[in-house]
């Protein structure tokens, strides 16, 4: 399969620390790769560095083949690369349905045409379709700052998801999620990679969800790719489990 | 109580004026995390660009006005001027007050026992014009959304692909307009002089602090708020104090309720 995104020996140092430290990984289209590992493993890091929000020390990052190193995430953003992020990253004090309506806006028309046009901007069908399909119809004219953290998260998801991007990255959807969400998160994504085709990147300490979502998982410890491949694979990998329990 | 009304609505006219100015603050502090010092300026330029057009080139007032809108959304663009432009005008055109065209007729209206000057109904009727314009503009149109969008949450903005220096521009552009707008309502009383900015900017810094500086309807409250509250200590004190209200106005809002009358207290992480 021709890569959809490449990583090649990606190195990000902060003075003497390793931050990330030589990681090289390729996605295919419509593929889902997860990233797991311990807390400081350099995963965020990868992504921030994969998407232009910090300057990589070296390595590079391809694109349907293109070099993307270093380009910002509103050159990103146009070439259909998006991201969610651990922390929420929703605008409070607009409406759910207005959130969406703005995160794939920059999308539509011309810059002249967008400075008067409608709120919507003829993207209320599609942001109405990912309100039904995340389940937030009942909630989508209240401001999304008045809703619960796990509505949040799904808004914020949904808004990665709304320009129709050709790659996500997700950094821990779970994180903070009631686990009663994080099964209805996950047929989300795999509803979204099935109907967008996209494809995903996610980082997660949810093992559960990684090893069900994901066809392909990465480990990665102390900034270095430590094991890939199948979930089960991983999962019973000795160094992986002696990186999460110790040894 | 008719002179008090009078007063009231006469303060709430040169408020309208300060809110405008204010609004720019508040615009301008949520969408780019600047605090425009030069705000001042910004309101005496264009009031010395319109006498330019007036007078030199023997425009009528409603040209002149428009050709200023243009040229301060050229010129205003910037900030770091207020030092360099005061002195530019006070060496460059002239250090002596000049006076203005008034933009509404002479007279006085009256509502009941109440004469209001139609210099008074006329700016509160255009600031009012502009604020339902402006309130229209971002809540109505999908870029006004996106400005929102990044006042609320630039990182976010940003992965999403929207434009956030673009839309730092655009409210550059609105400031350069509403600074153009509060020029022509101020400066028939105030008359154009290089430093009538300071006196402005002060109040219009203060009107945005008491109202709450993260809202713009904040700034509106704060800018009416100082200019009735002047107008009334003018009268029924002296006004020899009446210059000290909106820093006196100021003082009381950072001590007890520091995030503004209807400002909201925000959560920042380091």
Redo the contacts between chains.
């Keep these: 399969m021709t890569p959809f995104l490449e990583v090649k020996e990606m190195k990000k140092a902060y003075g003497a620390i390793k931050a990330v430290d030589g990681v090289t990984l390729s996605v295919g289209p419509g593929e889902i790769v997860g990233v797991i590992g311990p807390n400081g493993s350099g995963k965020t890091t990868l992504f921030n560095s994969i998407l232009g929000q910090i300057k990589p020390t070296s390595g590079a990052v391809e694109f349907c083949g293109e070099d993307i190193t270093g380009m910002s995430p509103l050159e990103l953003s146009r070439r259909g690369v998006g991201r969610t992020f651990q922390t929420l990253q929703v605008f409070v004090k607009l409406s759910v349905r207005d959130n969406l309506i703005a995160a794939a806006q920059e999308f539509k028309g011309t810059m002249p045409g967008r400075l008067f046009a409608k709120p919507d901007a003829g993207l209320g069908h599609h942001a109405d379709e990912m309100i039904e399909l995340f389940r937030l119809k009942h909630v989508s004219h209240l401001p999304a700052g008045s809703l619960s953290y796990g509505q949040q998260k799904l808004i914020d998801i949904a808004m990665a998801f709304m320009p129709t991007p050709r790659l996500v990255l997700l950094d821990e959807p779970c994180a903070g999620v009631n686990p009663s969400l994080v099964d209805q998160l996950r047929e989300l994504l795999v509803e979204l990679n099935k109907t967008q085709g996209g494809s995903f990147v996610v980082i997660e300490h949810n093992m559960d969800f990684i090893m069900k979502l994901c066809p392909h998982v990465i480990c990665m410890v102390e900034g270095k790719v430590l094991a890939e491949g199948p979930p089960a694979q991983v999962q019973s990998n000795r160094q992986v489990l002696e990186a999460y329990l110790g040894n | 109580m008719a002179d008090l009304l009078q007063l009231i609505l006469s303060g709430t006219a040169t408020g309208a004026i300060y809110a405008l100015c204010a609004l720019g603050f508040t615009l301008l502090w949520q969408a780019s995390g600047t605090i425009n010092f030069a705000q001042g300026e910004f309101v005496m330029i264009p009031a010395f660009v319109m006498l330019f057009f007036i007078n030199t080139a023997g425009l009528p007032l409603w040209v002149a006005f428009l050709l200023t809108c243009l040229v301060a959304m050229l010129l205003i663009a910037t900030l770091g001027l207020s030092i360099g432009v005061k002195q530019l005008v006070k060496a460059g055109v002239t250090a002596q007050a000049m006076p203005f065209e008034s933009p509404f007729p002479d007279g006085l209206l009256a509502l009941g026992a109440m004469k209001v000057s139609y210099a008074d109904v006329g700016t509160l009727l255009l600031a009012g014009l502009i604020v339902v314009g402006l309130q229209l503009f971002l ?8 400005m ?2 990044v006042a ?2 630039t ?10 220096q ?1 839309m730092v521009l655009y409210t550059f552009l609105i400031n350069a307009v509403l600074a153009v707008v509060a020029a022509l309502l101020v400066t028939p009383t105030y008359l154009a002089k290089f430093d009538m900015g300071e006196s402005i900017g002060l109040k219009a810094f203060y009107a945005a602090i008491i109202g709450g500086f993260n809202q713009t309807r904040g700034a509106l409250l704060g800018g009416v708020l100082v200019g009735v509250l002047e107008n009334l200590m003018g009268a029924y004190v002296s006004p020899a104090y009446k210059e000290g209200v909106a820093l006196m106005l100021f003082l009381i809002v950072i001590i007890f309720r520091p995030e503004g009358l209807l400002g909201k207290t925000e959560e920042r992480k380091v």
Excluded: E, P, S, Y
Excluded at chain 2, 139 to 146: D, I, L
Excluded at chain 2, 155 to 164: C, H, M, R, S, T
């Design positions: 809540n109505r149109t999908v870029t006004g959304r996106a929102q969008a609320q949450n990182d976010a903005a940003k992965v999403l692909g929207i434009n956030v673009r």
